[in-house]
T-cell receptor, first 116, second 112 residues
Framework: DTGVSQDPRHKITKRGQNVTFRCDPI?????LYWYRQTLGQGPEFLTY????????KSRLLSDRFSAERPKGSFSTLEIQRTEQGDSAMYLC??????????????FGPGTRLTVL | GNSVTQMEGPVTLSEEAFLTINCTYT??????LFWYVQYPGEGLQLLLK?????DKGSNKGFEATYRKETTSFHLEKGSVQVSDSAVYFC???????????FGKGTMLLVSP
């Protein structure tokens, strides 16, 4: 396994700008998850995909957030009109029914977003 | 809703000391329980898991037992090493769902 990769690792932006993050899951994993982690807190679920279908979205995912997984492989998370409260670590994870079950998730290193 | 409560840190220990990090949960169904570890500058790694009551998960000398009667999943290690210094997260996944609910994390600092 090459593991879950995320790009960029760090992003600094000004309030009001749009940002996009990318996640590449483990290749045979058909489920992909996004979480957000703020300082001193555990990760909080945002949304997940099975193949290209977005199956669940948290109420934390405001209208400014959109996620896609167009071909069932990599995913992007876009935040429009960023606010300072969006500053956090954005984590991506993936899982498969065949390796420990869907709830055994493998995490990427995260993208740290700082909104000035 | 689901929730996970962990003991607050940091937990500071000397090398070879015994470790316990407490974790209790609230869930509507019969969840699977997990411990994840996050080393400095790295992503979350699954440490161990248990999927039903009385199961014991173990890995790298760490153990945790799924106690349904006390809704707990405490993490233990008999002899910690400096390399165990990290943040430990307890998490659950409710039956039929695959999203994880995490606790706030407990930082462990082990000194030589």
């Amino acid at each position: 396994d090459t593991g879950v990769s995320q790009d960029p690792r760090h992003k600094i932006t000004k309030r009001g700008q749009n940002v996009t993050f990318r996640c590449d899951p483990i290749s045979e994993h058909n489920r992909l998850y996004w979480y957000r982690q703020t300082l001193g807190q555990g990760p909080e679920f945002l949304t997940y995909f099975q193949n290209e279908a977005q199956l669940e979205k948290s109420r934390l995912l405001s209208d400014r957030f959109s996620a896609e997984r167009p071909k069932g492989s990599f995913s992007t998370l876009e935040i429009q009109r960023t606010e300072q409260g969006d500053s956090a670590m954005y984590l991506c994870a993936s899982s498969s029914a065949h390796r420990g079950g869907y709830n055994e998730q493998f995490f990427g290193p995260g993208t740290r977003l700082t909104v000035l | 809703g689901n929730s996970v409560t962990q003991m607050e840190g940091p937990v500071t220990l000397s090398e070879e000391a015994f470790l316990t990090i407490n974790c209790t949960y609230t869930a509507t169904g019969y969840p699977s329980l997990f411990w994840y570890v996050q080393y400095p500058g790295e992503g979350l790694q699954l440490l161990l898991k248990a999927t039903k009551a009385d199961d014991k998960g173990s890995n790298k000398g760490f153990e945790a037992t799924y106690r349904k009667e006390t809704t707990s999943f405490h993490l233990e290690k008999g002899s910690v090493q400096v390399s165990d210094s990290a943040v430990y997260f307890c998490a659950l996944s409710d039956q039929g769902y695959s999203t994880l609910t995490f606790g706030k994390g407990t930082m462990l600092l082990v000194s030589p």
